[in-house]
């Protein structure tokens, strides 16, 4: 079995970010990666981003899965790339890969081991466990969710099978659902809608973060790791 699967599901306004982030994360590897594979998800009327793609597969092993779910539009086509992925995973990778990271186009990895961080609390987890992220206080108490952005069960679908039947964004519209079986964990951040960041924590224990809508962040990464962009 394979420890991760990284999903990175994008449309055409994500492919001027895919480039950049696939140079972070094959730059932060000294190696060809064994335990994790990486499966690009473009929306249904995108195409993958051949530099991207050709960048990821010097570390990885990389394929593409282009979603099938017809809606272009926020939240929609969100949910659609969700639940086509792990719908994909369940008829055709049932049993391959151990845990899987959804990866959005505005998450960035800050730690050279992030991965392995990250793996490392998916099996030490409860196994009554099917997601690990950044729980997020949006709206107050009611609106407290698992950020999307976060460590699945391959099997999240056998779990919640309507996780993305709901109209509104799907982690937070089917949040009560989802917290039982979620657990936060330090390794992931959130910050939401972050611009012109200063600085970014390099105390070992945040690995990975999501939210960041400019350069800023990967900007510093790739400087503090001698990673060319």
């Given at each position: 079995?394979?420890?991760?699967?990284?999903?990175?599901?994008?449309?055409?306004?994500?492919?001027?970010?895919?480039?950049?982030?696939?140079?972070?994360?094959?730059?932060?590897?000294?190696?060809?990666?064994?335990?994790?594979?990486?499966?690009?998800?473009?929306?249904q009327d995108c195409e993958a981003h051949q530099g991207a793609l050709a960048q990821f597969r010097t570390k990885f092993h990389t394929f593409v899965m282009q979603s099938r779910s017809p809606s272009r539009e926020y939240p929609d086509s969100t949910n659609g790339m969700f639940f086509s992925s792990y719908q994909y995973l369940r008829t055709f990778c049932k049993g391959k890969y151990d845990a899987t990271l959804w990866m959005e186009a505005d998450m960035c990895p800050i730690d050279k081991f992030w991965r392995k961080k990250l793996i490392a609390a998916w099996k030490s987890r409860n196994p009554n466990i099917f997601a690990m992220g950044h729980i997020f206080p949006a709206g107050g108490a009611d609106g407290t969710h698992l950020n999307g952005g976060a460590l699945w069960s391959p099997a999240i679908l056998d779990r919640i099978p309507d996780i993305c039947s709901a109209r509104g964004a799907w982690d937070w519209t089917n949040?009560?659902?989802?917290?039982?079986?979620?657990?936060g964990i330090d390794g992931i951040h959130y910050w939401h809608?972050?611009?012109?960041?200063?600085?970014?924590?390099?105390?070992?224990?945040?690995?990975?973060?999501?939210?960041?809508?400019?350069?800023?962040?990967?900007?510093?990464?790739?400087?503090?790791?001698?990673?060319?962009?």
């Open positions: 079995m394979i420890d991760l699967l990284i999903i990175i599901p994008f449309w055409s306004g994500d492919k001027k970010r895919l480039l950049p982030l696939s140079k972070i994360v094959t730059g932060l590897e000294p190696h060809p990666v064994q335990d994790t594979h990486i499966m690009l998800v473009p929306r949040r009560n659902k989802i917290l039982p079986v979620a657990q809608h972050a611009r012109n960041v200063p600085s970014y924590p390099k105390d070992g224990k945040t690995v990975l973060i999501h939210g960041v809508k400019d350069d800023s962040l990967i900007d510093m990464v790739a400087a503090d790791n001698g990673i060319k962009l």
